[in-house]
């Protein structure tokens, strides 16, 4: 089953303490992004990855980080996390960018951030 | 910048059609039209998608003017199941610019 899996589904961290919100999916989708939605704003990009090795910033990567050394995998990482990082955090994929491939999303991390 | 312009939100009566209307007056002639949901703070679900003509899919039809300036999905049947945000999007033409962006969408609420 074609499937972009999230982990953790929900988090309750506190200030500056690193963590990771990995995703994954099992399509071989060459393009990955990941979305905050909050209340009010809908969803926002963060960042995004073309390919292996190739990433980039989104409207809203202040605090974020990224990487992509496989392709099935684009972890997001918050290195010091902050109040207002408190979000509901998305991961998509498809098979590439470009029109007319569907984009798959994950089923949400929340994340709360005291 | 939004892309596309969505009425914040719609009632429905159960068993109607439900026609959700999008504007998206600078499309680009290779650009693609996605419908997607979410309920609740689910993850966006996939409905359908076209270029220039209609299309028709389990879930939904889609209808694109013949200019391509705006679109309406169409729940032929709506359910109680089917009370959700619904947003419309299109791929940015700005070369670079690689994200989708999602508007604030409608929020359709069925009616029983």
């Known amino acids: 089953e074609a499937q972009v899996t999230q982990n953790p589904r929900y988090l309750i961290t506190v200030t500056g303490k690193k963590l990771t919100v990995t995703c994954s999916q099992n399509?071989?989708?060459?393009?990955m992004s990941w979305y905050r939605q909050d209340p009010g704003l809908g969803l926002r990009q963060i960042y995004y990855?073309?390919?292996?090795?190739?990433?980039d910033k989104g409207d809203v990567p202040e605090g974020y980080k990224v990487s992509r050394k496989e392709k099935r995998n684009f972890p997001l990482i918050l290195e010091s996390p902050s109040p207002n990082q408190t979000s509901l955090y998305f991961c998509?994929?498809?098979?590439?960018?470009?029109?007319?491939?569907?984009?798959?999303f994950g089923e949400g991390s929340w994340l709360t951030v005291v | 910048d939004a892309k596309t312009t969505q009425p914040p939100s719609m009632d429905c009566a159960e068993g109607r059609a439900a026609n959700l209307p999008c504007n998206h007056s600078?499309?680009?002639?290779?650009?693609?039209v996605y419908w997607y949901r979410q309920i609740h703070s689910q993850g966006p679900q996939y409905i359908i998608h076209?270029?220039?003509n209609n299309e028709t899919n389990e879930m939904a039809s889609l209808i694109i003017t013949e200019d391509r300036k705006s679109s309406t999905l169409i729940l032929p049947h709506a359910t109680l199941r089917d009370t959700a945000v619904y947003y419309c999007?299109?791929?940015?033409?700005?070369?670079?610019?690689?994200?989708?962006?999602f508007g604030t969408g409608t929020r359709l609420k069925v009616l029983a």
């Open positions: 600078t499309i680009s002639g290779n650009e693609y």
């Open positions: 998509a994929s498809s098979l590439r960018f470009y029109s007319g491939n569907t984009i798959y």
């Open positions: 399509m071989n989708h060459e393009y």
């Open positions: 076209g270029l220039k």
């Open positions: 999007i299109v791929r940015p033409d700005t070369s670079g610019t690689y994200k989708y962006i």
């Open positions: 990855s073309m390919n292996v090795e190739v990433t």
